[in-house]
Each structure stands twice: as C-alpha cells, then as structure tokens.
C-alpha cells in the first residue's frame, strides 16, 4: 500500500472566528498554521483565502501572498480552492488558477449547501478543467454526490482531464451525501481503476471516515474546514492538532506516511 497523504484543510469558506477562535484567516495565520500542519505530517495544504474582514475572497493577489508565504516556509503541496464561497462567480473562483499551483480543487457538479446552492455547470466545470490542464496544475476531483464522478470520467472523455484521476469525496455536508461508511465505499467502488482518493469526512464523520480510508488505501483530509471539533463538545485546538490525531492512528495501524515529495510521486504531480 501506497503511503498515506494527509491534507489539510485550514479555513474553508463558511466558518467564522466566533465558530472557531483559532481559525487562520490572515495570510500570515494561514501560513503559520500550514507550516504546524507539515510538521505534524501534512503533505497537502488546501487552502482558503480571506479579505482584511475575514470574508472568503478569490483574490488572486491574497492567495499568491498566502502561497509565497507557505513556500517560504516549507515545501507542502499548496491546493487552492476553485470552490470559493457558493455566491462568488465562476470567474472569481478560477483566479487561483493563475498562480499556477501544482494542484487545485475541481468541484464536478451541483448540489445543496446547507441553505445554499453550490452551483457547478458543465460549462463551467469544462472550463475549469481546460485552463488548469493548459496551466499545468492537477486537479483534485471533488465529489460531493456521485453522479459527480460520471461527470469528472466525462471530461477525461473529452480530453479535458487527465488519468489518473484523484478524487476528494467530500462526505457529510448538509444537503448532499452523507458520511456513513456505506457512502464512502458506494464511492471507492464507483472510481476508475488506477485512481488515486482522498476523504474529507465533515464534522462527527471526520474521524471515523479517515480511519476506513487508512485501511482502504485512500487518503485523508481534515481540517477546520470541515471539522471544528477535537470530539464531540470539545473545540479543536488547531488544524495541526487535527493532523496529529491522523498520523498517530496511521502508525498504529501500520500505515506509513507520506512527506510532500513522496506525495508528489504517487499522485504524478510534475
Ligand atoms: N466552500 C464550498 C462552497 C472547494 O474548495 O473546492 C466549496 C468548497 C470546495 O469548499
Ligand atoms: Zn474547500
């Protein structure tokens, strides 16, 4: 079995400072605790810019101060998010993009978000697709339903997305598909053979879907995007410590993992 690469994933769009008081906004917070997380055994920071308010912005500006910080610090796989906030356009989102990021996230399809619509149109998931394969950045596949699989095999298809793929099944988000195990494997079956997955259980599904990808092969995502939690009632102290939790229970089973270099060869990032 492959060494395992953990991703952390620091801000995410939604959740606030009153939610979790040590969420990094700033690019100086996000670069320190993207630096906590290499440390702790991350080899793959996805990452979230914010405004001077604290609101979710594309700014090419801000992420490429936050990418300059993070490699001045350490090597990590730097992930941008295309995803953005659900109201920012599709032209906002690509932004990142032009960074020329080694990877960044592609999200293959519409679903509910909470109370909202995180809108993904074939026009615009092709269009994402062509201009991170013309930039050279490899996309990392978000799953949220599983029709959105289908449509990620449709743009390898169509030329627009190279094999293998690596998927992100982002499990448990209010309104798509849920966190169970039967979800997760529903989805492992479903992927072309030779892909490479990732997990990102959200909230109580963090823990516990990590572990079944571990086991399986996969890989996993945490983070204060996804979980602001250590355990049930007890608030997480930081992303890095989230990380930590995941390379212990690696080890214990038996599962080494991955530095950003080894992380780089499995998923043939150039
Ligand atoms: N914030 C969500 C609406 C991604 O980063 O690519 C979308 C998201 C996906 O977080
Ligand atoms: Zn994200």
Redesign the pocket.
């Known amino acids: 079995m492959e060494k395992l690469i953990i991703t952390a994933a620091l801000t995410?769009?939604?959740v606030t400072k009153v939610q979790q008081p040590n969420l990094p906004v700033s690019p100086d917070e996000i670069a320190e605790a993207a630096y906590a997380c290499y440390k702790a055994g991350a080899s793959i920071v996805?990452v979230?810019a914010r405004d001077a308010e604290g609101n979710p912005t594309q700014s090419y500006e801000v992420y490429k101060e936050i990418k300059e910080k993070i490699e001045a610090k350490c090597n990590i796989i730097v992930q941008p998010?295309?995803?953005?906030?659900?109201w920012h356009t599709p032209e906002e989102r690509l932004q990142p993009v032009e960074l020329k990021p080694e990877m960044a996230?592609l999200?293959c399809g519409t679903c509910n978000?909470g109370p909202e619509v995180?809108m993904n149109s074939e026009e615009y998931i092709e269009k994402f697709a062509a201009r991170m394969k013309e930039l050279g950045v490899k996309p990392e596949i978000?799953v949220f339903e599983r029709g959105m699989i289908e449509n990620a095999i449709r743009l390898v298809k169509k030329g627009l997305l190279d094999t293998p793929v690596h998927f992100d099944f982002?499990l448990g988000v209010p309104g798509a598909c849920p966190g169970t195990p039967e979800d997760l494997m529903h989805m492992v079956r479903s992927i072309p053979a030779g892909s490479t997955w990732t997990v990102a259980g959200i909230g109580r599904a963090e823990t516990p879907l990590a572990v079944m990808a571990i086991v399986l092969g996969g890989n996993v995502r945490v983070g204060f995007?996804d979980n602001v939690y250590y355990e049930k009632g007890v608030m997480a102290e930081s992303n890095a410590q989230l990380v930590a939790r995941i390379v212990r229970i690696s080890k214990e089973i038996g599962r080494e993992v991955a530095t950003p270099d080894e992380a780089r060869k499995i998923l043939g990032l150039k």
């Open positions: 995410g769009a939604e996805h979230h998010s295309t995803g953005g906030a659900t996230t999200s978000f995180f978000e982002v995007e």
